[in-house]
């Protein structure tokens, strides 16, 4: 089936840097939407960022000018830099690959906490 596999989450202080890496497995991954989003217990579940089939992205106001995503299609591969890591920003996110019809498939998430 289907795979999503997230990593490079962890604990870093406000003012730093992480980079979540998303691998994907037996997905024709080309064709498929890939986004990162976060959600803490009791939230809703928001985008944090989408890389398109044809390179375009998008973000959430709350992450513009500090994150960046990119996809590597080759490699199977979406990765999410984030810069000037807040404590809001604190949450688990989740890799998430978008067919046509809006649905696709997830991962299980990695945590991110930003705290000092």
């Known amino acids: 089936q289907v795979q999503l596999v997230e990593s490079g989450g962890g604990l870093v202080q406000p003012g730093g840097s992480l980079r979540l890496a998303c691998e994907a497995s037996r997905i024709n991954f080309g064709h498929y939407s890939m986004a990162w989003y976060r959600q803490n217990p009791g939230q809703v579940r928001e985008l944090v960022a989408e890389?398109?089939?044809?390179?375009?992205?998008n973000y959430a106001d709350s992450v513009k000018g500090r994150f960046t995503i990119s996809r590597d299609n080759a490699r199977r591969r979406v990765d999410l830099q984030m810069n000037s890591l807040k404590p809001e920003d604190t949450a688990l996110y989740l890799c998430?690959?978008?067919?046509?019809?809006?649905?696709?498939?997830w991962g299980q998430g990695t945590q991110v906490t930003v705290s000092s």
């Open positions: 998430h690959a978008i067919d046509d019809l809006g649905g696709g498939f």
């Open positions: 890389a398109g089939t044809t390179g375009t992205t």
